[in-house]
């Protein structure tokens, strides 16, 4: 078409390049506990046109992370197996995955003693470890503020302390009971006294420690005599 009386129009085709559309392909973030398994890796698209999907894609790319259950307490990185597409330039954006610190309980085990012994040793219980670890990082400690002279009761046994980059520390405290100490009393006997003679040591001990009291069975034979509260080698018959 056109025309013009001053010219001899020439005509000559050109050529319209149509390029490849730039798709947008970003890998979705994940997140998951330290010993988890790693979920489903996604990719979500950016850029079709005419109304198309992955369908249009020759070849669909596919994420991975090379994190495994084992892997620490961090980011890890998901990379883009890059696909192909005819209509398409592909752009890959990496994504995320976040392995969070996995819960472990630690409990103080409760203990048992007697009156008037020191503290046994404090033992502490985990929950929760995982990938066959069998310790943390830092233990935590077990500790008790009772001691040989405290009374018969229940007694906190606190754990305090530790840490692990793969875990969360929950802390539990166990109980420590004191019960009655038994004791014994060793009196020999007696050696044989006349009457009016002086008076004389009477020799029971206890295992406790404890004062010991003594008394007659019989006034007239013999009597316990004190001033005050003595202790068991001073006191007379």
Known sequence: GGE?????????????????????CTADD??????????????????FVNNEDIAALDIIPVASCEATHASAVGPHAITIQPGAASD????????????RPAPVVCRAEDQLRSYGQGNPAFTITYEGLLNDDTALLASPTASC??????PVGTYAIDVTGGSDPNYIL????????????????????LPPHAYGEDIFTLGASTTSGLTIAYSSSSQTVATVTTSSPLRPQEQHC
């Open 4 to 24: 013009d009386d001053n010219y001899i129009l020439v005509r000559n085709s050109g050529v319209l390049s149509v390029m490849p559309a730039p798709l947008t």
């Open 30 to 47: 994940k997140e998951r506990t330290y010993g988890g398994t790693n979920p489903a890796w996604t990719l979500h698209y950016s850029g």
């Open 88 to 99: 398409y330039q592909l752009i890959y954006i990496d994504g995320e995955l976040i392995v």
């Open 145 to 150: 503020l009772a001691g040989p002279s405290s």
């Open 170 to 189: 929950q802390r539990f405290s166990g109980l420590l009971t004191v019960i009655k100490a038994n004791q014994s009393i060793s009196f020999p006997p």
